[in-house]
Nanobody, 124 residues
Framework: QVQLVESGGGLVQAGGSLRISCKASGRTFRSYAMGWFRQAPGKEREFVATSRGSDMMAYYADSVKDRFTISRDNTKNTVYLQMNSLKPDDTAVYYC?????????????????WGQGTQVTVSS
């Protein structure tokens, strides 16, 4: 069992930056693909970014590519999402997730563990 706790959400103006974090319990953090998803009111949960533990390779949704950066510190069991050039459309609850699948999964059902989410609000 893996427990995930997100932090760092908040209110930011359009064009600003924010970094959110997710700390995982357990000793096998490196073996998990770690992903970020987001869900806006009335919308489905959507993929944002994912990072593979073995080589730090990352993959992004087109909507955030070149603006967001996922990174992880396997020594601290923590994954980060640096969000730059934020837009009002980025407003959502952001969820951290861990997957046992080897690779870079992009769909929610391929993730085994989820955090509670952290709210990110971007004002115009």
């Amino acid at each position: 069992q893996v427990q995930l706790v997100e932090s760092g959400g908040g209110l930011v103006q359009a064009g600003g930056s924010l970094r959110i974090s997710c700390k995982a319990s357990g000793r096998t953090f490196r073996s998990y693909a770690m992903g970020w998803f987001r869900q806006a009111p009335g919308k489905e949960r959507e993929f944002v970014a994912t990072s593979r533990g073995s080589d730090m390779m990352a993959y992004y949704a087109d909507s955030v590519k070149d603006r967001f950066t996922i990174s992880r510190d396997n020594t601290k069991n923590t994954v980060y999402l640096q969000m730059n050039s934020l837009k009002p459309d980025d407003t959502a609850v952001y969820y951290c997730a861990a997957s046992l699948i080897v690779g870079l999964p992009t769909t929610p059902h391929r993730y085994n563990f989820w955090g509670q989410g952290t709210q990110v609000t971007v004002s115009s």
